[in-house]
T-cell receptor
Framework: KAGVTQTPRYLIKTRGQQVTLSCSPI?????VSWYQQTPGQGLQFLFEYFSETQRNKGNFPGRFSGRQFSNSRSEMNVSTLELGDSALYLC?????????????FGPGTRLTVL | AQSVTQLDSQVPVFEEAPVELRCNYS??????LFWYVQYPNQGLQLLLKYLSGSTLVKGINGFEAEFNKSQTSFHLRKPSVHISDTAEYFCAVTLGSGNTPLVFGKGTRLSVIA
């Protein structure tokens, strides 16, 4: 079974631009979560989607948004990019929502904002 | 809200020596606990998890962890490390009910020296 895939793997943008990252979960998984990983803040939860509905949201500004499609694929969008948005963005999928379920992580998209 | 403290940011250890990576959490209610490993340029992989039951949890690659409720700890151990264990290790906690997101520690970089 194929793992979680994220595209693109690397991205360079300039301040003020917007960006869209994509995540394809493991086949059959219906929950997708997004995390931001930076050297200073570590891994921080952005949001979780299950059956096309946002189930949880972390403490990030409204510039960060996401959505999930009927095939469980998910996208996250960051508008008006800032230098501090440079990070590794990780997507994780699980077969259903719920704290006890194992999350399977993709390799991440490394975003650099210049 | 729950939180996780990984007491060591870096742990160097010689090959074939034992290692312990420390993790303490804070929560006033029951929790689920996880250890993840991240190899360079990859996403996170689950090593082991504690949901309930036996406090000694065995995971992949010869790792194990012990849940200690009185000390609010979940330390990760391996009796004999290999060069291939060099990676970043993350402890994570979530509430033991419902659907709450994972809260990660800052990570411990394990360096195995030949």
């Amino acid at each position: 079974k194929a793992g979680v895939t994220q595209t693109p793997r690397y991205l360079i943008k300039t301040r003020g631009q917007q960006v869209t990252l994509s995540c394809s979960p493991i086949s059959g998984h219906r929950s997708v979560s997004w995390y931001q990983q930076t050297p200073g803040q570590g891994l921080q939860f952005l949001f979780e989607y299950f059956s096309e509905t946002q189930r949880n949201k972390g403490n990030f500004p409204g510039r960060f948004s996401g959505r999930q499609f009927s095939n469980s694929r998910s996208e996250m969008n960051v508008s008006t990019l800032e230098l501090g948005d440079s990070a590794l963005y990780l997507c994780a999928s699980s077969w259903t929502s719920g704290s006890r379920n194992e999350q399977f992580f993709g390799p991440g998209t490394r975003l650099t904002v210049l | 809200a729950q939180s996780v403290t990984q007491l060591d940011s870096q742990v160097p250890v010689f090959e074939e020596a034992p290692v312990e990576l420390r993790c303490n959490y804070s929560s006033s209610v029951s929790v689920y606990l996880f250890w993840y490993v991240q190899y360079p340029n990859q996403g996170l992989q689950l090593l082991l998890k504690y949901l309930s039951g036996s406090t000694l949890v065995k995971g992949i690659n010869g790792f194990e962890a012990e849940f200690n409720k009185s000390q609010t700890s979940f330390h990760l151990r391996k009796p004999s490390v290999h060069i291939s264990d060099t990676a970043e290790y993350f402890c994570a906690v979530t509430l033991g009910s419902g659907n709450t997101p994972l809260v990660f520690g800052k990570g411990t970089r394990l360096s195995v020296i030949a």
